[in-house]
């Protein structure tokens, strides 16, 4: 390659790997798997080795990607949080121990697992824990320090503490957590986390630290980064050390004196890593003896006593048996390939969700083909790519009627989903009680997915008007309910029948209606005919309801079964309260707020009510028309773009000023 088609592919790999980094580290949502990136960026390294003159000091390769988003307060790192150099081959391992051993003798080498999640630090002033922060770009992270509270496995306290330490680890959601959440986000036709990285990032930056202690997450501690009163020499060491100081390190840490070794336990790591029950992507090899670290010294991103052998994911060919299709909540049908089983990362793998008609038609998959499958995030089966087609097979054709209940299935033209619309579908029944009774719908306390699914089961129920028909005998006679559960359950069955309209609205599972969206709904329509019998003009009238949310509304009570469901609830007593128009005249009427980042005194919601009290809106985005913004701390893109567009922000004190003048 010439130095005019290095520079361009140099180029290329630049502007695509600070797009994944994007991704990955600030977003986390990535689009390709990290053995794809590792590829890309060993690729850049090779080139700017070849040609020296297209290195530059801000290339991907001399900085670690990620950096300090806008909803936490940055934390300067007083030593550099580095990435480590990858390793894909036993002969770079080998090239990695000649380079050590010119500058060194006789050195001793620690192999640890790689574990696959967030690299965070976590500060202890006397045995206290007194601040955590995430890597950013190895020089300024995050301040998460509330969020990593919440995770159990972090020692708060620590016994027989140095004076001060800084220790490095990786957060980390276990396998059996990241399925639970899975099926959650499956449940209610979330888009789900691609792997358990991912989910340990998004649950770990939450701004709600409520909402990261309910993901379970878990820590690994691999290094000290800074300790004071006390003196370490070997790698080995400080980790004993940490274990002894309770903090939770790598199930094995062993150390070998030459590298056939090490390889030899690379291998059987890379053998037994389907059976840890917790994400790893690799090993870690690195020097033992701390002294001889210094001699070996740094690049501006990796140390270079210490190496990551990267493992490339495992791929299998196996036979496609069949397609089943799944019905969701909302009527989505999901088709899931049945394959003959085949044994991957450690367990045996017979299924995998196909996602929709358009992945299926995209990699030309039939009935009959062999295929190339793997798992994402060393979890979850997926279908790489089409392997040969078999013999006399031909394309498959996704159903036209629902193959639980055989109502016709229609597919709206901007999404990829199809789906059955028939709302007395059996296969969408469970998830849709377990909606219809949730705490944000008609909050009927005890009747949780158990008790819904005793239930369904036993036909006792068939479609939410049911729920009112229960007597407490019927629930008596469900597993483990004693008289006293069973006449709560009714009394908690019987005080829903007065709850406000809008929560009806929403616990009916309408396709685009969120909770925000039913209040705007019941609060400008006010009754539930008013609501059944707009046209979509009416409701785009509304201020912050789209077309979509308008024609979604529209076709749900364009169907019989709707009008008959909200004609049955009636019968049983649901009283679905008109809401009482609010006076047209108050001091924000015609005025529209948008409140965004933490308020000092108030919740959002507690200022929500006082401006439409008074009056005014209150809407979730910003835009030109937009009256005012109020802004609290760590306000973020929504304060970016009100000063962008020129809209007024005002802080909760002006709001509050404003609201008693």
Known sequence: MDINNAKSRVEELTKLLNYHNNLYYNQDNPEIGDYEYDKLL??????????????????????????????????????????????????????????????????????????????????????VFVRGSTRGDGFVGEDITDNLITIKSLPKRLKNAPEYLEVRGEVYMSDDNFLKLLKI???????????????????????????????????????????????????????????????????????????????????????????FGFPIDGAVVKVDDFSQRELLGATAKFPKWAEAYKYPPEEKETKLLDIEINVGRTGALTPVGIFEPVFISGTTVSRAVLHNEDFIKEKD?????????????????????????????????????????????????????????????????????????????????????????????????????????????????????????????????????????????????IRHIGQKAAKLLCDNLLTIENIMNSKVEDYTNIDGFGTVMAESIVEYFSHEESINLIKELKECGVKMPPVEKKSEEGKFTGLTFVLT?????????????????????????????????????????????????????????????????
Do not use: W
């Open 42 to 127: 060993r690729e850049l390294e090779d080139l700017e080795k070849q040609f020296p003159t297209l290195l530059k000091k801000d290339s991907p390769t001399q900085k670690v990607g990620g950096s300090a988003g806008e909803k936490f307060s940055e934390v300067t790192h007083t030593v550099q949080m580095m990435s480590l150099h990858d390793s894909f081959s036993h002969g770079e391992l080998l090239d990695f121990d000649r380079k050590v051993r010119e500058v060194v003798q006789n050195p001793l080498y620690v192999v640890e697992p790689k574990f696959d999640g967030l690299s965070v630090s976590c500060e202890y002033e006397n045995g």
């Open 365 to 509: 998959i039939r009935i009959g083909d062999t295929v190339i499958i793997r798992k994402a995030g060393e979890i979850i089966p997926e279908v790489v790519s089409l392997k040969s087609h078999g013999e006399n097979t031909v394309p498959y054709v996704f159903p036209t009627v629902c193959p639980s209940c055989g109502s016709k299935v229609t597919r709206d033209g901007e999404e990829a989903a199809i789906r059955c619309t028939n709302t007395e579908c059996p296969a969408q029944l469970l998830r849709h009680l377990i909606h219809f009774v949730s705490r944000d719908a008609m909050d009927i306390e005890g009747l949780g997915p158990a008790v819904l699914e005793q239930l369904v089961n036993s036909s006792l129920v068939k479609s939410p008007v049911d729920l009112y028909k229960l007597t407490p005998m019927d629930v008596l006679g469900l597993e483990r309910k004693a008289e006293k559960s069973a006449l709560n359950l009714i009394d908690s069955i019987e005080k829903s029948k007065e709850q406000e309209l809008y929560r009806l609205i929403f616990a009916l599972g």
């Open 597 to 661: 980042g933490t308020l000092p005194t108030l919740k959002r919601s507690e200022a929500s009510k006082m401006i439409e009290n008074a009056g005014g809106k209150t809407s979730s985005s910003v835009s030109k028309k937009t009256s005012y913004v109020v802004a609290g701390e760590e306000a973020g893109s929504k304060l970016t773009k009100a000063q962008n567009l020129g809209v007024t922000i005002i802080t909760e004190e002006q709001l509050l000023n404003m609201l008693e003048s």
């Open 185 to 275: 986000q499956e449940d209610n036709e979330e888009k789900p986390f691609k792997n358990p990285r991912n989910a340990a990032a998004g649950s770990l930056r939450q701004k709600n630290s409520k909402i990261t202690a309910q993901r379970n997450l878990d820590i690994f501690v691999f290094n000290i980064q800074q300790i004071r009163g006390v003196t370490l020499t070997s790698h080995k060491q400080s980790l004993d050390y940490l274990t002894e100081l309770g903090f939770p390190t790598a199930p094995f840490y062993n150390r070998y004196d030459n590298m056939e070794d090490v390889i030899e336990e690379i291998e059987r790591i890379n053998n037994i890593r389907g059976t």
